[in-house]
């Protein structure tokens, strides 16, 4: 299934990706968003509805983030494929994931702008595939770890360069730099989180293309490492690092500018798609 959270009609709800049309979830279910559905392992009820027509063309609603605020955990890897590694000078192969997180405010949906702050102009993309909790657990070993997956979609961990190289936290954390959608695509659909392809373009040029099987850390291992540390709940959120070619690495560095439009594509799930602004013209 395809499970999209939006708002419609100044109502915001969230329902089943059919075609060009959701069906509304929202109104047929006494769960308030997707959050909740997970919470209450409510996805069979949602599987119910696979056969309802369409309430809404896509094009009618306003997308939010594949999880809706309020995100409780938005947990990102960095460094976690081999030749983006390579690509990062001086960096060595981490044994252990290296774990950063995101505050609420910087995630933003498909389709609004990704907003390069005015203190920077060194604002870079980065490709991902994300992991959606469906079941909560603690010290959850690799071997069970994707039984705890409840789906997977697409994050864009828009980078601010200059102020990461003093501090992770700071430059991965600007508002409105991190794209999550455009929706949830659930596990079943994809029993292999290793075989899929991803890419990211810019303006239409491909800037990354890789398989996720290339990973240093598995979905599985990166949920054994996580779990140990900090539990996981339903629609806590692992963005499971990017592959080579980020526009730091590149001479000259291609940084987005405003005018751009990124677009992240992962097999099986969509395409992620925002255009680039300035802070100085965000709303």
């Known amino acids: 299934m395809r499970i999209a959270s939006y708002v419609a009609g100044g109502r915001a709800s969230f329902g089943l990706v059919v075609g060009d049309g959701i069906v509304d979830c929202g109104k047929r279910l006494p769960f308030a968003d997707i959050s909740a559905v997970l919470a209450a392992g409510g996805l069979p009820r949602l599987a119910d509805l696979a056969g309802t027509a369409p309430d809404l063309a896509l094009a009618e609603v306003t997308l939010l983030p594949a999880v809706p605020s309020p995100l409780r955990k938005v947990l990102c890897v960095g460094l ?18 290296r774990i950063f997180a995101r505050l609420a405010d910087s995630i933003i949906p498909h389709g609004a702008p990704l907003v390069r702050p005015r203190n920077s102009i060194q604002f870079d993309y980065e490709g991902e595939l994300a992991v959606v909790i469906g079941r909560a657990g ?9 039984e705890h997956v409840a789906a997977y979609t697409i994050f864009n961990d828009g980078s601010v360069r200059d102020y990461q190289k003093h501090s992770v936290t700071a430059g991965k954390n600007f508002p409105w730099t991190g794209p999550l959608g455009p929706w949830l695509v ?30 240093i850390l598995s979905v599985a291992a990166l949920i054994e490492y996580i779990s140990g540390f900090t539990p996981l709940s339903p629609g806590d959120v692992i963005a499971t690092g990017t592959p080579e ?17 990124v677009e992240v594509e992962v097999s099986g799930i969509g395409v992620l798609r925002n255009p680039v602004i300035a802070e100085e013209d965000a709303a």
């Open 80 to 97: 976690n494929y081999r030749a983006h590694v390579a690509e990062s000078a001086g960096r060595e192969v981490p044994e252990q994931p």
């Open 138 to 146: 603690r010290h959850i070993p690799a071997a069970r770890a994707l």
């Open 186 to 215: 659930t596990a079943d659909e994809i029993p292999d989180p290793a075989a899929l392809t991803l890419e990211t373009r810019v303006n239409g040029e491909r800037r990354q293309r890789t398989g996720t099987g290339d990973m």
């Open 245 to 261: 070619g980020v526009a730091h690495a590149r001479k000259p560095p291609p940084w987005l500018r405003p005018g751009d439009v």
